[in-house]
C-alpha cells in the first residue's frame, strides 16, 4: 500500500492492479485537517459497469470522483485505473508519487461532468467540445468537428453549436459539458450530481441523455445523485456511504426495495420525504 510517508512496494499486473478491474480503491484515506473523510475505503469497478453512490451530504462520495480526477491528493492507500496506479507510478518494484506527465497521461482515460458546467464563456459551443481534444490529445481539427456535432446531436443540441455558453439554458449547458466530457472519448465518465443545479423542469432533459449514453454505450460510470428513480434505472450496483465509508452494496432493486441496513432504510425515507 502506498502512503503519504514515501514509495513502498508496487504488486505487479495480477496483483492489486489487476486490469480486469477498470477502478480499484485499495485502503484509500483522504483527510481535510482533522477530518477524515474516507476511511481506508476498498471497493473495485469492473469496464462497462454503471455505480451509483448515495448517501448523506459530507460521506465522501463527491471526493471518490475528485481523487479519480487527481483534483485532490489522497493521505493513504492507492486507486488503479486499469491495473495502473493513478496517483502513483512504478519506479522498479516501488510506487512513487505520480509526476505531472502521468497524471496527465491517466486523466485523458477519465472524463468528469460536475455540478457546475465550467464551460469557458468566450467560446461558442462546438469550441468548447473540441478544445481539448485537439489541444490535449492532437486531434485534428476537422475531425474534432465532426466527432463534436455528432455528440451534440446526441445531447440533442445539433442546432446551438454557434451559441456561447449565455445563450444556452443551465439543462443545455449542462448537455454541452456531457458532450465535451465524451468528447475525450474516456474509458470512465464521473458524474457529480449534474442535476443539483438545475431547475426541476431541465432535469428529466439531462437525465434522459445519460439514460441514452448509458443504454448506447458500453462506457464505465460512476455517479453521485439524489436522484433515485435514475440511479434504479441505469446503475447495475448501488453502494451507500456514511461517514466515509460503505453501509451496503448491491443491485439497484435490493438496495431500493429491500435494503439490509438500518441507515440505508433511514437515508431512503428521508430522500423520499424531500421529495
Same mark, same amino acid.
Given at each position: 500500500?502506498?502512503? $503519504?510517508? &514515501? ?29 477524515? #473523510? ?9 469496464? &462497462? ?7 448523506? !451530504?459530507? *460521506? &465522501? ?22 491495473? +495502473?496506479?493513478? !496517483? @502513483? ?10 509526476? $505531472?506527465? @502521468? ?7 477519465? &472524463? ?6 465550467? =464551460? %469557458? /464563456? ?13 489541444? #490535449?490529445?492532437?486531434?485534428?481539427? +476537422? ?6 456535432? +455528432? ?12 451559441? @456561447? ?27 457529480? $450530481?449534474?442535476? !443539483?443545479?438545475?431547475?426541476? $423542469? ?7 441523455? =445519460? ?11 460512476? %455517479? ?10 441505469? *446503475?447495475?450496483?448501488? =453502494?451507500? %456511504? ?14 431500493? !426495495?429491500? /435494503? ?6 433511514? %437515508? ?8
Amino acid at each position: 500500500m502506498a502512503t $503519504e510517508t &514515501g514509495p513502498v512496494a508496487a504488486p505487479g499486473k495480477g496483483g492489486d492492479g489487476d486490469a480486469s478491474k477498470i477502478i480499484r480503491f485499495e485502503k484509500v484515506v483522504k483527510r481535510f485537517g482533522d477530518n477524515v #473523510v474516507l476511511r481506508e475505503l476498498d471497493f473495485d469497478v469492473s469496464p &462497462g459497469e454503471r455505480v451509483a453512490l448515495i448517501g448523506p !451530504s459530507g *460521506s &465522501g462520495k463527491t471526493t471518490i470522483l475528485r481523487l479519480l480526477m487527481t483534483l485532490e491528493k489522497l493521505n493513504g492507500g492507492v486507486i488503479w485505473v486499469s491495473g +495502473d496506479p493513478l !496517483s @502513483h507510478m512504478r519506479k522498479g518494484d516501488q510506487l512513487v508519487t505520480a509526476d $505531472e506527465k @502521468h497524471l496527465r497521461q491517466v486523466r485523458q482515460t477519465i &472524463g468528469m461532468v460536475f455540478q457546475q458546467f465550467n =464551460l %469557458f /464563456p468566450n467560446m461558442n459551443v462546438l469550441r468548447n467540445v473540441t478544445e481539448a481534444p485537439i489541444h #490535449v490529445k492532437g486531434v485534428a481539427r +476537422d475531425e474534432a468537428e465532426t466527432k463534436a456535432r +455528432d455528440l451534440l446531436n446526441l445531447v440533442d443540441l445539433g442546432d446551438k453549436y454557434d451559441a @456561447h455558453p449565455s445563450q444556452l439554458s443551465g439543462g443545455q449547458q449542462q448537455r454541452v459539458a456531457i458532450a465535451r466530457a465524451l468528447a475525450m472519448e474516456p474509458k470512465i465518465l464521473l458524474l457529480d $450530481e449534474v442535476t !443539483s443545479a438545475l431547475d426541476p $423542469e431541465l432535469v428529466a432533459g439531462v437525465l434522459d441523455v =445519460l439514460r441514452e449514453i448509458a443504454n448506447t454505450t458500453d462506457i464505465t460510470m460512476l %455517479f453521485v445523485t439524489h436522484e433515485m428513480r435514475f440511479a434504479r434505472d441505469v *446503475s447495475h450496483r448501488v =453502494l451507500m %456511504f456514511d461517514q466515509g465509508q460503505i453501509v451496503e452494496s448491491g443491485p439497484p432493486d435490493q438496495i431500493f !426495495s429491500n /435494503p439490509q441496513e438500518q441507515r440505508t432504510r433511514d %437515508f431512503l425515507h428521508a430522500i423520499i420525504e424531500e421529495r
